[in-house]
C-alpha cells in the first residue's frame, strides 16, 4: 500500500478529482481517500511518480508519505 499525503485537498468535490486522477494512472486499485487527514491509500503496481504527476496535473500536489 501507498500513502499519499495531498494538503490541498479539503471538500468533496476535491475528493472526486483526485479518485479520477489517480483511476486514470494504469495499475491503481484500491483507491482510498481521507479527507479528515488529507491523504489517500492505495495499491496497485503503478508507480509513485505517475501517480504524483497525475495529481499534479490535476491541481493537486502530492508527496509520499510512506
Do not use: F, N, Q, W
Amino acid at each position: 500500500m501507498t500513502t499519499l499525503s495531498i494538503p490541498d485537498m479539503s471538500c468533496g468535490h476535491c475528493k472526486a478529482a483526485v479518485e479520477a486522477a489517480l483511476s486514470s494512472v494504469p495499475g491503481t486499485r484500491d483507491v482510498k481517500v481521507d479527507l479528515a487527514s488529507r491523504s489517500v491509500t492505495l495499491g496497485g503496481t503503478a508507480l509513485i511518480p505517475d501517480l504524483i504527476a497525475a495529481l499534479h496535473e490535476a491541481g493537486y500536489p502530492a508527496t509520499e508519505t510512506g
